[in-house]
């Protein structure tokens, strides 16, 4: 039974994949199949349509042939012997010459697996009507297509009490389990969040956690999809719909730059839950919680459904011609009086590639300025340069699939876990799988990078570009042409960095990846939203790329003076100077100065808001124009492969316009018409125009920057974004924000010790870290953090409440004077938990406000 | 333990391993040495490791925790070629019902294993070896201790044994109580720490077992039987037995046995032989049937007595030699109680770890209990019958084999008994006092 002497039964591919050396033939059912050396029965019965039932198989974890519901008969194993006892197919690998008999031709396998069905139900509770799983349940299905009709067990099932919550997110059902450890592996391997795991034994074995420590994971939601049983459910779904009663839209999740696939499932025009999708290029069939739960951000009161228009100084409802009346007047006002040299653009990274495109036009062809940022964050000339020079217009570079095969990634200003879940799992992935040897330049080494397997090269923040230009000099390590580099948008603010991860590039021949934070921030750098560029990577000072642009959008000229970014846009504003802004999706607050960028917001003479919903722009704007949400409109995202990820509307929503469409409308109403109203239109000419070919923006060339040089009892600040944080996007969903990660500070030990820290025998020390400038102040509780660079203090940048930027307004880099203060606390558990998330659902922010109270106590404690 | 200067049939008996039990302090190294203790060590080590391993080979010694594998076969599948360190592992987890021979060995003579581990190790050159004790045997955790160190102290083992230049750590580790951790890959796991529960195979622990290192993990009394065979000599030791089970090896009676204890005889002998040592069935009752290695292997009837006792024989019987537990009981016994706690044990040991064996135990006790009680309903036999073959072969591991073992075949042998479970209970069919070994009186109402 070789693969060439007999002609293939199956597809014809199966001729071609026979000449592949690899592969390994057998017959299943009588069927004869060739697969690649190393494939599991199970999925090789698939390929000839044969589905084993199966409850702890799943093909992105490791085998472990623990439900034994896929048993199979061998009667020849390859070896012309065929194996007395019923094989579980999950666990078998193929073998030339391997004669398989599955349920469909043998009846030991059928009844093997008629018997144990029959075991898995006994002590089940049978309460699909009430289940969230009933109807798409894989017990359930299962069961009808592979059980008996009836139960022959009349005895007394093992019952517990229900649920425990394993986290305020996931909650247990123990008589519903089936032991399958799909989840404890999942978290083991997947995610490497060991923090759940199978506890006590025979029947009474069941999922469990360490008393405590809560399931706290970023990834905790997969459980629950992976689950073949509604043993696990999540306490912002339970009981709230049935499967058959949701309709199920593909979509792409707007959290960050991952792409990630999601499919939304929703029921009379409101979302109820949304899984992970199945991409095997990209997210594979993982996401994380923010990507999972984060969905209720516009069920607030503080949704805009009207336009606003602001009259005596105070906001009032309008209609949507009288709102754009007011709009086109004041913004044509505002461009004849400066010949649109004094309006701006702020466009937040949020957006799809067709929006950022349409305020791109806007900014151009409507209000004739250049000055357009897409940089709703900290932000330099540097990186505009880099992104125009080695980003914008280059198509998909780096993939996921690139991080598996790389030789070595190494990660600059970047947190994977953190900032870009997926691109963690693969790195994890790659690590576990191939041995991917991957470093970090960071701080500390976080638990994402220690997870990853990455080690740490100590660096304090600033001091980056030093190491990027003596990188094999210094660390001894080569990066060649298979190398991957890995920046993250914190770089931008480390002058010298992109310059020196470009030089590094080009040195060793290693590829780099730009990973942004936010979905649309790929997106707004090909439809150019940038003050130094045009759509499709055509640099703004080129006289060509210009004509190229006016003459596709036919129009007579362009503005040719590189803009202002949103950093000088706010603070021209500030001095009263600029005459207009139009402003989409920003949330001042993640700006590098809030309270400068609010200051000028307050003062700009004229601003137009696109917004989903009440904010600190809307409140100072003179005109509102609400949009519609994400699951309202359709439009593509640009991950940071430069992947395309179009998605198509989840809800009908006929009375919302996406901020294309409202742009569209104002133009009109300036009577400079922006020539497309939908999105695919607003694509197509993006597509028509397509990346430019002429010389690219010249690399930035700037040197590392002066280290910090810290002063008595002063240190280099370190921080950055946390995956759950005090992100509008968490509104309203409060046992997702319950699962963030405390709040604290970082101290390496020894400048711990050199603010008169002891650490306890214990490891452990009770103290608040104060950090302090002429700004202001912020305190956080104290963790040592062995390992950590000396002479920097880490801090979460946006804790609830603990806001980096509004409290100090510093950056990475910068210097802020440092105390620390003992403290005395009562024993309180580390970290509480909600006694019960179905009936008290006011789990939000438990930690944040437990820190609060500290701080009080300690001022007290000292005073007295 | 059982003096066998005072049974009739003192010829059968081949004392090596029980020879020393009866000495004062045969626990204590000096003890052991006067009695020739550690020169086969000494001896073994002039020779080459593979040399050891061919003696042991040569020697037809098999497993004597239950299966039967060539002992010396298994550790020439250690890979030499592998650079990760070599372990020996000896599973000292002795929890199955009836089975008590290895703690004996180690109470009275812990000596004789750790000349063994040493050899052993020596053989398939492990730098370490562990040797995995049940938890709740505390005494002899500790007698076992304190042989090692004893052994430490006399250049045994511990850095350059006798000189030799070979290094070998011995651990005394102590389980915390589960049956399951008797089977090797789980007693693995927990060795390393983790929960006890079987692990996937392949890889076998001869490529990668503990730490993902070939290991050998071989019974007490195999790796005890080994400085015997050193001493003299792969002939003598295949002199003894029959044509495919070589050797000594101890067998353990107990239950309505006038005289139970432990009795070292060459693989081959019978039951009835072994009874005759054994004063026989307690005075006015007779045998009704027995195990032959433990409650996990398939039960046998008096008809059985001239069975050879030996892998191929009692294989025979469709039964298996297991670790040579021979619970006898007699008619007083009633069947469906037996089994019904044997099951309950096979419930309460279940490591959860695969659907059959987890729940299969859990529904099987149920039924089993009704069945005693007297409310056996329409069915259950065939019920029982027929999720014992849902079991067998299905599970995970052969501990799930094992717990079906009873059931099946009580119900061949004794269907009747199981048959008046619908209508009577045990308890008056078979007054349970008057199954009781140790009280003579009837001792009132049953449980």
């Known amino acids: ?864 | 333990m059982t003096d066998p200067s005072t049974s009739s049939g003192q010829a059968v008996l081949t004392p090596v391993l029980t020879a020393n039990w009866g000495d004062e302090r045969a626990w204590k190294i000096g003890n052991y040495e006067r009695r020739g203790g550690y020169s086969a060590l000494r001896t073994a080590l002039q020779m080459e490791p593979s040399e050891v391993v061919s003696v042991v080979k040569d020697s037809g010694l098999r497993g004597r925790g239950g299966a039967g594998f060539p002992t010396g076969m298994k550790w020439s599948f250690i890979p030499q070629d592998n650079p990760k360190p070599k372990y020996l592992v000896v599973n000292a987890d002795e929890s199955e019902p009836g089975t008590c021979k290895d703690i004996p060995l180690m109470m009275a003579s812990p000596h004789t294993l750790v000349e063994g581990v040493i050899i052993s190790a020596y053989a398939i050159r492990a730098n370490t070896a562990f040797i995995y004790v049940r938890g709740e045997v505390l005494h002899v955790v500790r007698r076992l201790q304190q042989a090692v160190r004893e052994a430490y102290s006399a250049g045994y083992c511990g850095p350059n044994v006798l000189g030799t230049g070979y290094d070998l750590e011995i651990i005394v580790h102590a389980g915390a109580g589960a049956y399951i951790c008797g089977e090797e890959t789980a007693l693995l796991d927990s060795l390393e720490g983790r929960r006890g529960q079987p692990r996937l195979r392949p890889p076998f622990p001869a490529v990668a077992g503990l730490y993902a290192s070939p290991t050998v993990i071989n019974n007490v009394e195999s790796i005890a039987s080994v400085p015997s065979i050193i001493r003299n000599g792969a002939a003598w030791f295949s002199s003894m037995g029959t044509e495919k089970s070589k050797g000594m090896t101890i067998y353990s009676l107990s239950g309505h046995v006038t005289n139970p204890g432990q009795f070292e005889a060459p693989l081959g002998i019978t039951l009835r032989e072994l009874l005759g040592l054994a004063g026989g069935i307690r005075e006015g009752h007779e045998l009704k049937f027995w195990t032959p290695g433990g409650s996990s292997t398939p039960i046998l009837m008096p008809e059985h007595l001239d069975v050879p006792l030996d892998y191929e024989g009692v294989a025979a019987q469709k039964s298996m030699l297991g670790t040579k537990a021979l619970q006898c009981f007699d008619e007083t016994t009633s069947v469906v109680r037996v089994v019904l706690r044997w099951t309950e044990f096979y419930k309460h040991e279940s490591c959860g770890k695969c659907t059959p064996c987890r729940e299969g135990t859990w529904w099987l006790v149920q039924i089993l209990h009704r069945l005693e009680a007297g409310q056996g309903q329409e069915g259950d036999i065939d019920k029982l019958l027929d999720l014992c073959e849902n079991i067998l072969g299905r599970s995970f591991c052969a501990l799930g084999d094992g717990a079906t073992s009873p059931i099946s075949s009580a119900i061949k042998y004794f269907r009747d008994e199981f048959e008046q479970g619908m209508h009577t209970p045990a308890w008056e069919l078979f007054p349970y006092e008057r199954s009781t070994v140790f009280v003579r009186e009837p001792a009132g109402a049953q449980a």
């Open chain 1, 1 to 864: 039974m070789t693969v060439t002497a007999k002609p293939s039964t199956g597809s014809t591919d199966t001729g071609r994949l026979a000449a592949r050396e690899d592969l390994v033939t057998l017959t299943i059912d009588d069927v004869e199949v060739s697969v690649p050396k190393g494939t599991l029965v199970i999925r090789a019965a698939e390929l000839i349509g044969v589905a084993i039932p199966r409850f702890c198989d799943h093909p992105l974890l490791d085998p472990v042939g623990a439900c034994r519901q896929c048993l199979v008969e061998v009667p020849d194993a390859g070896n012309g012997r065929g194996i007395p006892k019923p094989q579980a197919s999950c666990t078998l690998e193929v073998a030339q010459g391997m004669v398989v008999k599955t349920q469909v031709s043998s009846p030991v396998a059928d009844k093997a697996q008629h018997g144990n069905m029959e075991f898995l139900l006994i002590n089940h509770p049978l309460d699909c009507p009430i289940c969230d799983k009933g109807g798409e349940c894989p017990l359930q299905n299962q069961a009808m297509s592979n059980g008996y009709g009836e139960s022959r067990f009349t005895d007394v099932k093992r019952t517990y009490p229900k649920p425990v919550a394993i986290s305020a997110n996931v909650l247990l059902d123990r008589e519903r389990c089936v032991l399958c450890a799909r989840c404890t592996r999942f978290s083991e391997q997947v995610a490497g969040d060991p923090f759940i795991s199978l506890i006590e034994r025979g029947a009474l074995q069941q999922v469990g956690i360490y008393e405590r420590e809560p399931f706290q994971s970023y990834f905790s939601g997969n459980t629950i999809q992976i689950c073949p049983v509604g043993a696990l459910t999540s306490a912002e779904y339970r009981f709230r719909s049935r499967p058959f009663d949701l309709v199920s839209t593909p979509s792409v999740s707007e959290h960050d730059a991952c792409g990630s696939a999601i499919r939304v499932d929703h029921r009379r025009g409101k979302v109820m839950r949304r899984q992970a999708g199945d991409d095997p290029e990209v997210n594979e069939e993982w996401i994380t919680d923010k990507d999972r739960f984060a969905f209720a951000y516009g069920r607030g009161e503080d949704r805009l459904t009207r336009p606003l228009v602001r009259e005596d100084g105070v906001l009032r409802p309008a209609s949507w011609p009288e709102a754009l009346d007011v709009a086109a007047e004041g913004l044509e006002k505002a461009v004849a009086g400066t010949r649109g040299e004094k309006v701006g653009v702020l466009v937040g990274g949020r957006l799809t590639l067709e929006d950022a495109y349409a305020y791109s036009k806007f900014a151009r062809g409507v209000l004739g300025t250049n000055s357009i940022d897409f940089r709703a964050r900290p932000h330099s000339a540097e990186e505009a340069d880099f992104l125009a020079a080695a980003v914008a217009g280059t198509g998909r570079g780096v993939t996921y699939g690139d991080l598996e095969t790389a030789s070595s990634v190494l990660l600059v200003c970047l947190e994977p876990e953190e900032e870009a879940g997926a691109i963690f799992l693969r790195l994890r992935k790659a690590w576990r799988k191939q041995g991917l040897a991957s470093w970090t330049l960071a701080p500390y080494r976080s638990r994402g990078a220690a997870k990853a397997g990455t080690t740490l090269v100590p660096t304090v923040p600033g001091a980056e570009a030093a190491w990027l230009d003596s990188w094999s000099a210094a660390t001894g390590v080569a990066l060649d042409a298979g190398s991957v580099l890995l920046v993250g948008e914190r770089a931008a603010g480390l002058s010298g960095t992109l310059s020196a991860v470009l030089r590094l590039a080009d040195r060793t021949g290693a590829r780099v990846a730009w990973v942004p934070r936010r979905a649309g921030d790929r997106g707004a750098v090909e439809a150019g939203c940038l003050p130094n560029l045009l759509p499709g990577g055509r640099p703004v000072a080129d006289p060509s790329a210009r004509v190229d642009v006016a003459s596709t959008w036919g129009i007579g000229s362009m503005p040719r003076h590189e803009g202002s970014d949103g950093d000088e846009m706010l603070v021209s504003a500030a001095d009263g100077e600029l005459a207009a802004l139009v402003v989409g999706g920003v949330d001042p607050t993640d700006l590098a100065d809030p309270a400068a960028s609010l200051d000028g917001l307050e003062r700009a003479r004229f601003v137009v808001s696109l917004e989903t919903r009440a904010s600190l722009v809307t409140e100072r704007a003179d005109v509102v124009l609400p949009v519609s949400l994400m699951t309202e409109r359709s439009g593509t995202f640009v991950d940071w492969e430069g992947r395309r990820r179009p998605f198509p509307a989840v809800l009908d929503a006929p009375n919302a316009m996406s901020d294309l469409r409202v742009l569209a409308a104002l133009a009109d109403a300036l009577g400079r018409p922006l020539g497309f109203r939908k999105p695919e239109a607003a694509l197509a000419e993006l597509d028509e125009l397509g990346p430019w070919e002429g010389a690219r923006a010249a690399v930035p060339a700037f040197g590392p920057g002066e280290p910090a040089r810290p002063g008595r009892d002063e240190l280099v600040v370190a921080t950055w974004r946390m995956g759950l944080d005090d992100s509008r996007a968490l509104a309203n969903e409060p046992y997702l924000a319950a699962t963030a990660r405390p709040a604290v500070a970082r101290l390496s030990p020894a400048t711990a010790a050199a603010h008169g820290v002891e650490v306890g025998a214990d490891g452990l020390v009770e103290a608040d870290v104060t950090l302090t400038n002429d700004r202001g102040e912020l305190t956080l509780p104290l963790v040592v953090e062995p390992g950590m660079v000396d002479g920097a203090v880490w801090v979460p940048a946006k804790a609830p409440g603990r806001s980096v930027a509004e409290h100090l307004a510093v950056l990475p880099g910068d210097l802020v004077a440092v105390t620390v203060e003992p403290h005395v606390v009562e024993a309180a558990p580390r970290r509480a938990m909600p006694t019960d998330p179905i009936t008290d659902p006011a789990v939000d922010d438990q930690g944040e406000g437990r820190a609060h109270r500290r701080d009080g106590d300690t001022g007290r404690e000292a005073a007295s």
